[in-house]
């Protein structure tokens, strides 16, 4: 599978601002009548979802690693 870069303006390292993001667009969008307007801000909404959910698989994968590691650690000992 191929790495997707995040884009530039998005720090990866940081969920909480990520979250935060996400949870102004979702107010503006809640105030917003008309959707139409809105096109822009759904957008944006879809893509720092990918990137939140793309930091969650990679921390996955890296606890499970460590967890591995850890158990064949434990399982060689004498």
């Known amino acids: 599978m191929k790495e997707k870069k995040f ?15 996400v949870n102004q667009i ?8 008309n959707l139409e307007n809105s096109i822009e801000d759904y957008q944006k ?3 720092l979802n990918k990137i939140i959910e793309k ?3 990679i921390n996955s994968k890296n ?7 850890k158990i ?5 000992k004498p």
């Open 26 to 33: 979702i107010e503006s969008l809640e105030k917003e009548k």
């Open 45 to 47: 909404l879809i893509k």
């Open 7 to 21: 884009p530039n303006n998005i720090n990866p390292e940081s969920l909480d601002d990520l979250t935060k993001e």
């Open 63 to 69: 606890i499970s690693s460590v967890t591995k590691d």
């Open 55 to 57: 930091k969650f698989q």
């Open 72 to 76: 064949d650690k434990i399982i060689k």
